[in-house]
């Protein structure tokens, strides 16, 4: 019976976790994160078809000294693997639940604009934004994005004309649109508020994912910072979920 019931649990998990990465790749989005997911969707997929025979084969290169010593090594990554992917999940979460100071400039985070149109996790992070705004009319809102490939306006100029379309004065809103990271978002809003004498103190609007990795380059240029998180929707939130590891993790080696 377990031999007939696990193969099967393999290749459903695999596949569901398929048809969340795919799904992302009909939005038009193709990054680490759902490449990532797709060749692990297709490891389970693979060895749930070939269990009985993979299995055979571990055992064979277990009983030669060669093949033990690679395997040593396979697990060895694959539990690095694991452990880093605890610790940067663990920091996602983390970042999301950072309190913010009561009418400290709300920073919003550009992605992606289609056209002269904001894309679903644009509105997401416009949408908290806009909530903070309206619940602390006094602050100062800096919109921070440049204009990338399929973009025909920059990001920062797609959120100033939503947040007006919204409600919220135009005076309220300054634009930093020359940016092209997050790194980039953060360090030319800080000089737009050292210009106009704003303070250090900062709240980030961008998705519960991203905000972690904004934290820390908030950190580097020293500026205190809270979070104003955005909920990714499901489809996503994978594959920005899975990229966002791997940018923690870079943060944390080139910087």
Same mark, same amino acid.
């Given at each position: 019976?377990?031999?007939?019931?696990?193969?099967?649990?393999?290749?459903?998990?695999?596949?569901?976790?398929?048809?969340?990465?795919?799904?992302?790749?009909?939005?038009?989005?193709?990054?680490?994160?759902n490449v990532t997911g797709?060749?692990?969707?297709?490891?389970?997929?693979?060895?749930?078809?070939?269990?009985?025979?993979?299995?055979?084969?571990?055992?064979?290169?277990?009983?030669?000294?060669?093949?033990?010593?690679?395997?040593?090594?396979?697990?060895?990554?694959?539990?690095?693997?694991?452990?880093?992917?605890?610790?940067?999940?663990?920091?996602? %979460?983390?970042?999301? /639940?950072?309190?913010?100071?009561?009418?400290? @400039?709300? $920073? &919003?985070? !550009?992605?992606?604009?289609? +056209? #002269?149109?904001?894309?679903?996790?644009?509105?997401?992070?416009?949408? %908290?934004?806009?909530? /903070?705004?309206?619940?602390?009319?006094?602050? @100062?809102? $800096? &919109?921070? !994005?440049?204009?990338?490939? +399929? #973009?025909?306006?920059?990001?920062?100029?797609?959120?100033?004309?939503?947040?007006i379309s919204k409600g919220i004065s135009k005076?309220?809103?300054?634009?930093?649109?020359?940016?092209?990271?997050?790194?980039?978002?953060?360090?030319?809003?800080?000089?737009?508020?050292?210009?106009?004498?704003?303070?250090?103190?900062?709240?980030?609007?961008?998705?519960?994912?991203?905000?972690?990795?904004?934290?820390?380059?908030?950190?580097?240029?020293?500026?205190?910072?809270?979070?104003?998180?955005?909920?990714?929707?499901?489809?996503?939130?994978?594959?920005?979920?899975?990229?966002?590891?791997?940018?923690?993790?870079?943060?944390?080696?080139?910087?």
């Open positions: 019976m377990r031999e007939k019931v696990l193969p099967v649990i393999f290749i459903l998990i695999g596949l569901i976790c398929f048809l969340l990465f795919t799904n992302v790749i009909y939005w038009g989005i193709l990054n680490i994160g797709i060749i692990i969707s297709l490891i389970l997929i693979l060895y749930g078809f070939f269990m009985k025979q993979i299995n055979q084969t571990i055992l064979k290169l277990w009983s030669v000294s060669g093949g033990k010593i690679f395997l040593i090594i396979v697990s060895a990554v694959a539990a690095t693997i694991l452990v880093l992917a605890i610790v940067t999940t663990t920091c996602i %979460v983390k970042g999301c /639940y950072e309190r913010f100071e009561k009418n400290a @400039v709300l $920073i &919003v985070l !550009g992605c992606q604009v289609r +056209g #002269e149109s904001p894309s679903l996790m644009m509105v997401e992070r416009l949408t %908290v934004a806009k909530d /903070y705004l309206e619940t602390y009319p006094d602050t @100062v809102c $800096i &919109v921070s !994005g440049g204009t990338g490939e +399929g #973009e025909d306006i920059s990001e920062a100029e797609c959120m100033r004309r939503w947040l005076n309220r809103i300054l634009m930093e649109d020359k940016s092209t990271s997050t790194d980039e978002n953060i360090r030319f809003s800080k000089q737009i508020m050292d210009d106009n004498d704003l303070g250090s103190s900062i709240s980030i609007a961008t998705n519960e994912f991203h905000e972690y990795r904004a934290g820390k380059i908030a950190d580097k240029y020293g500026l205190k910072h809270g979070a104003v998180s955005a909920k990714t929707a499901w489809w996503l939130l994978p594959t920005y979920y899975v990229r966002e590891m791997y940018g923690i993790l870079a943060e944390y080696i080139l910087n």
